[in-house]
């Protein structure tokens, strides 16, 4: 609103709303107000609760919660399944991040050019974005379905042994970590898509003129041109590492033996299958350090290193 | 229609509308969250149910709330008791009764059965389902949808092997027998169809209590205080599961999902399978080739555990609203309506006498594999259930998946799961 139209007779209210700078600073906080307010009661209030929460011992009716200091935190360093989660989650970040992101960068450069049926290629990549996990889980449950399953069957053409992938300990992990790239590819594909699309066109001219090879080009002009989008899509590929387990559900519960216990997959085995919800906020605490570490990693090392327009 | 008519027919609409709360005026309603764990159009005979409930009981008003499998369920009904409105009654595992007096959330059975007739309904179920219902001289939970492990066999498959059709394994030695003949290998050695499978995702610790049973072994004392996971014959019940695949090469490696295998059956690619009977019916509309249904095979002797829902009364209701949810409960559980409530799903009906029915007798008259679960129960027992039930479960599932999965001795297995579940139960006793 432009304050120079209001008419108000109040002197006070005048002085205020003709005053340009307190204006804007006004009309700023009543913009943040709604979302600060459903932030605060959604996010920042549930955290500090959980953080405070996980210093107490969990309710029960003949045993009301009392303060047991770091009770909690020393039973996550001698839980051997919380160990067993971290480490499978730090395989999983690894092997869906770099992965889900040089595939999104290359279907990205591939439907960028001009080729035919651009729209169906484009689209075919960014289906399994729209479809819900828990659908595609089912989907994938029956490709990985020993014997009659779409992966053994192809499989068996090439004469490949047999395999049970996700009843065993040593594919299981593999196997769900494959149905995460799947997923988000195609997502990060359309960040890319449309930051190459914002790449002047002269780049590609004048790279002509010098004589520049496909690859230079992609090398010494895309790439760091891009940058700031990968930045953009490692932070969200980290987040999702860390918060995708609705496929978990549907097509190991964990297992077997926790081969495939994430981190937020424990946390609500332990919250709202044991009832446990104290050592369940201590663990969401060690979950939203090592997050904010990531971020804080990624913002003040990565950041300084992007190139922006 | 003139103005006049249409005034009159809006006059009727709202009188109606107004007539039917001044009917329930005084009516107690109570809140009924269930789950659906099988297939078939459960919801609409929930429905149904409580319609009909209501027209003999005019002041009371039933609100069935599908809430999901049942772990959902009672996380929804749990997450409601903690925050004040619990629903009135809800159907509940029957193995988390220690959870659920532990967390105070319900009141037992005892406080509303006070004529004749009410004692006689307590006596009326099956003993094989009250194990999982009592506990400290009380009953806590009334049963409803029940179930047990049953063996189904592809008589076609026992024919193309050789062997009778009509003649299910007895014995473990048998199941190991059959199991060989019934293993087909292609000419690279790979397998086309396994003998037999037991499924071990999710929740292996059901099925491998049948398992442990056959071989003599109980697996938690009934106070739910301490669990006896490594006693010799829960071991040897273990190795037998592990023999089937590792040293008989009958039974897939690795771990075995629950949701497939009836798929698996269908497909023939197992001849055996075990599961629960709440899938008769599903195997009776998608089995294209005549199938059995049989009581688990003897280790030293029959065995197999119970398994489903019970109907639970939550402690915060209002007394009124209680004893509504009571005579509901008394209502659904009569012998004709647990017959059709077999009839229509597959679970086995809760009382003896409910085989007495005419439908029931004209149902097993042409479907006998219906009574092969209620004839086994003889020889159930109750399922694992402690305090801290889901995660002392979770110590023996995650030894099971171990072994299974070769990564632990069986022996080694069940040494780790009793430690956990030691640590976890010591404060109970």
């Known amino acids: 609103m432009d304050a120079r139209l209001v008419i108000s007779p109040q002197p006070l209210l005048r002085r205020v709303m003709t005053h340009p700078r307190l204006t804007a600073t006004i009309h700023g906080w009543l913009l943040l107000l709604p979302a600060m307010a459903l932030l605060a009661l959604f996010t920042h209030w549930p955290a500090v609760a959980t953080f405070i929460d996980s210093f107490y011992s969990t309710p029960r009716p003949r045993r009301p919660s009392r303060f047991v200091g770091l009770d909690n935190y020393q039973q996550i360093l001698a839980d051997p399944v919380f160990w067993q989660s971290l480490w499978n989650n730090l395989l999983f970040a690894l092997g869906t991040i770099p992965v889900s992101i040089a595939l999104a960068l290359l279907m990205a450069v591939w439907v960028n050019d001009r080729i035919v049926g651009r729209t169906a290629v484009r689209m075919a990549y960014f289906t399994p974005t729209v479809l819900p996990m828990i659908a595609v889980a089912n989907i994938w449950l029956f490709f990985y379905t020993p014997q009659y399953g779409l992966l053994e069957q192809i499989t068996a053409l090439f004469g490949a042994e047999p395999r049970n992938w996700l009843g065993s300990k040593d594919t299981a992990l593999f196997a769900v970590t494959l149905v995460a790239i799947w997923k988000e590819a195609g997502f990060f594909m359309i960040f890319y898509l449309a930051a190459l699309q914002s790449i002047s066109p002269s780049l590609a001219e004048a790279a002509a003129l010098e004589g520049a090879s496909r690859w230079t080009f992609f090398r010494r002009v895309q790439f760091p041109l891009l940058m700031p989008t990968t930045l953009f899509v490692l932070v969200n590929a980290v987040i999702n590492a860390f918060r995708m387990v609705d496929h978990i559900v549907v097509m190991t519960r964990g297992g077997p033996d926790n081969a495939t216990s994430l981190l937020l997959f424990y946390i609500y085995q332990v919250g709202f299958n044991f009832w446990d919800t104290t050592y369940a906020a201590a663990l969401t605490t060690v979950l939203l350090v090592l997050l904010a570490l990531v971020a804080l990693l990624q913002y003040g090392w990565l950041e300084r290193r992007i190139h922006y327009r | ?429």
């Open chain 2, 1 to 429: 229609m003139d103005r006049r008519q249409f005034l009159a027919g809006t006059a009727a609409l709202a009188g109606g509308a107004l007539a039917r709360p001044a009917l329930a005026q005084g009516a107690t309603e109570v809140s009924f969250f269930y789950p659906i764990a099988v297939g078939g159009p459960i919801t609409k005979l929930i429905d149904a149910y409580a319609a009909d409930f209501e027209k003999e009981n005019p002041s009371i008003r039933i609100k069935p709330i599908y809430a999901g499998t049942y772990q959902e369920t009672i996380v929804k009904a749990l997450t409601a008791h903690k925050a004040g409105t619990p629903p009135v009654t809800s159907v509940l595992l029957s193995t988390d009764m220690f959870t659920l007096i532990d967390e105070d959330a319900i009141v037992p059975f005892d406080d509303f059965v006070k004529t004749e007739d009410d004692k006689k309904w307590l006596q009326s179920f099956f003993p094989g389902f009250m194990l999982n219902s009592q506990t400290g001289g009380k009953t806590w939970g009334a049963p409803f949808q029940r179930s047990t492990v049953v063996l189904y066999w592809n008589k076609e498959l026992f024919k193309e092997a050789g062997l009778d059709p009509e003649k299910p394994p007895q014995t473990w030695d048998e199941q190991v027998a059959f199991a060989e003949k019934l293993t087909k290998r292609d000419a690279s050695g790979n397998v086309t169809q396994w003998g037999i499978q037991i499924p071990s995702s999710g929740f292996p610790y059901w099925l491998f209590q049948g398992l442990a049973t056959q071989a003599g072994a109980i697996l938690a004392n009934p106070e739910g205080t301490q669990t006896f996971y490594d006693k010799p014959e829960v071991i040897e019940a273990l190795q037998y599961w592990v023999d089937l695949s590792r040293k008989h090469k009958v039974h897939p490696p690795g771990i075995v999902e629950w949701g497939t295998t009836p798929k698996d059956f269908f497909e023939r690619k197992v001849a055996m399978m075990w599961t629960t009977t709440g899938n008769l019916t599903n195997v009776r509309n998608n089995a294209k080739f005549p199938f059995g249904v049989a009581m688990l095979p003897a280790g030293k002797r029959r065995g197999s555990p119970t398994g489903g829902g019970n109907f639970y009364i939550s402690k915060k209701a209002s007394p009124a609203e209680q004893q509504a949810a009571f005579q509901f409960i008394k209502w659904i559980t009569t012998p004709e309506r647990a017959a059709q409530w077999s009839i229509d799903t597959g679970y086995v009906a809760v009382r003896p006498d409910a085989y007495d029915t005419p439908a029931m007798k004209k149902y097993v008259g042409e479907f006998p594999q219906a009574a092969v679960a209620r004839d086994q129960l003889e020889f159930a027992v109750a399922e694992l259930s402690t305090h801290e039930n889901q995660r002392v479960t979770k110590a023996l599932n995650d030894g099971l998946q171990a072994a299974l999965t070769g990564a632990k001795q069986p022996a080694q297995a069940m040494k780790d799961a009793q430690a956990e579940a030691e640590r976890i139960l010591k404060p109970y006793r």
